[in-house]
T-cell receptor
Framework: EAQVTQNPRYLITVTGKKLTVTCSQNMNHEYMSWYRQDPGLGLRQIYYSMNVEVTDKGDVPEGYKVSRKEKRNFPLILESPSPNQTSLYFC?????????????FGPGTRLLVL | TQLLEQSPQFLSIQEGENLTVYCNSSSVFSSLQWYRQEPGEGPVLLVTVVTGGEVKKLKRLTFQFGDARKDSSLHITAAQPGDTGLYLCIGAGGTSYGKLTFGQGTILTVHP
């Protein structure tokens, strides 16, 4: 089944404790992206990647890191999480390098930073 | 920074009513996508519009892309409770290559 998977689905952590949210897609998509969704602010793009070893900042990259060592995986790293990073995070992938085609979203990761 | 103004932000209507959601921008987009998101899930694509003036229909949903490719609308005819959800517009191919632009979302509630 074609899908985007994220782990974990729920995470409670404390300020400053490094964490990684994994994202994997099995559709051989070139474009992958991370978003956060907050009430009243909608979806905001954190980072995106148009190909392996190519990553670019979205609108809200501060406090986040990503890597794209393999086509299928695009982990999101919070080196030192802070409470303002409490949010619902989505990973997505799409065919083609510019993200113009259908975005397939993962199920989301709900993060709470205490 | 590109903006995609989506309105209204909230919409609460009775079953059978019609409604329209708008996404407007001063930027030109190569394509604009509409998604629907249910609680606890990721957004799912409804339609992509790519040509200025294009109109696409999906059962009771009608999507339109403005002639100048700067705005789009979603019209729902005879809304049903099953239409309840969050509707998002996403613009692609603006001034930033590879970067997507998001509307704020419209939370639609259709009461039986």
């Amino acid at each position: 089944e074609a899908q985007v998977t994220q782990n974990p689905r729920y995470l409670i952590t404390v300020t400053g404790k490094k964490l990684t949210v994994t994202c994997s897609q099995n559709m051989n998509h070139e474009y992958m992206s991370w978003y956060r969704q907050d009430p009243g602010l909608g979806l905001r793009q954190i980072y995106y990647s148009m190909n392996v070893e190519v990553t670019d900042k979205g609108d809200v990259p501060e406090g986040y890191k990503v890597s794209r060592k393999e086509k299928r995986n695009f982990p999101l790293i919070l080196e030192s999480p802070s409470p303002n990073q409490t949010s619902l995070y989505f990973c997505a992938s799409s065919f083609g390098r510019q993200g113009y085609t259908t975005q397939y979203f993962g199920p989301g990761t709900r993060l709470l930073v205490l | 920074t590109q903006l995609l103004e989506q309105s209204p932000q909230f919409l609460s209507i009775q079953e059978g009513e019609n409604l329209t959601v708008y996404c407007n921008s001063s930027s030109v987009f190569s394509s604009l996508q509409w998604y629907r998101q249910e609680p606890g899930e990721g957004p799912v694509l409804l339609v992509t519009v790519v040509t200025g003036g294009e109109v696409k229909k999906l059962k009771r949903l009608t999507f339109q892309f403005g002639d100048a490719r700067k705005d789009s609308s979603l019209h729902i005819t005879a809304a049903q409770p099953g239409d309840t959800g969050l509707y998002l517009c996403i613009g692609a191919g603006g001034t930033s290559y590879g970067k997507l632009t998001f509307g704020q979302g419209t939370i639609l509630t259709v009461h039986p």
